[in-house]
Every structure is written in structure tokens, then in C-alpha cells.
């Protein structure tokens, strides 16, 4: 199982970014796929889920309306579209598969 996340930066609060895990080495279409984030000295949390059609999403109170998670099991990938972003929002993020995870992707929210 291979995950790897790309697409984080900096960005100004309220801005947005585009995070995706490009996965491989399991059949990416029949997996739930999870994105959680730790910020520094915090415990890693769960930010959103997605089904392995799409049809169902999930996600933490403290993003919902402002997240959105998608997958394209064509390519193989999970999105996490992030807008409205705030300096809470700062962490490393990361995607899940079963017991797996990726290396994440620093997203950093400031002015």
C-alpha cells in the first residue's frame, strides 16, 4: 500500500487549497478513504471520510461546510478540497487507508 499527499502550502486565512492522495497497491475503488491532520503538539484527528462510490461523506464539526472530500477511482485518488481556511486549520495532513497512512502534507494558514 503506497499513499502519497501533495498539494499543501502556505496560504492567507480564507483562502483555499486543493490537497490529493495518489494511492496504489490495493483496489483503491472498494476502499473507504479517511484524511486526518495533526497539528503541532496536538494529537493526529479526523477531519473527513469518503466511501468507496462516493456516495457517502463524513466529516468533523470543525470543517464540515468548509471541507469537501472526493475521490476519482479512475485515477486512483482522494481529494480534500479546503476552503475558508483558518490559522486552526495549520497542521499536517494525511490520508488513510485501513491501518496505512501517507507522509502527509504541511498546510500552514497565516497572514
Known amino acids: 500500500v503506497q499513499l502519497v499527499e501533495s498539494g499543501g502550502g502556505l496560504v492567507q486565512p480564507g483562502g483555499s487549497l486543493r490537497l490529493s492522495c495518489a494511492t496504489s497497491g490495493f483496489t483503491f475503488s472498494r476502499a473507504v478513504m479517511s484524511w486526518y491532520r495533526q497539528a503541532q503538539g496536538r494529537e493526529r484527528e479526523y477531519v473527513a471520510r469518503?466511501?468507496?462510490?462516493?456516495?457517502?461523506?463524513n466529516y468533523a464539526d470543525s470543517v464540515k461546510g468548509r471541507f469537501t472530500i472526493s475521490r476519482d477511482n479512475a485515477k486512483n485518488t482522494v481529494y480534500l478540497q479546503m476552503n475558508s481556511l483558518k490559522p486552526e486549520d495549520t497542521a499536517v495532513y494525511y490520508c488513510?487507508?485501513?491501518?496505512?497512512w501517507g507522509q502527509g502534507t504541511q498546510v500552514t494558514v497565516s497572514s
Open positions: 488513510k487507508y485501513g491501518t496505512s
Open positions: 469518503i466511501t468507496s462510490t462516493g456516495g457517502s461523506t
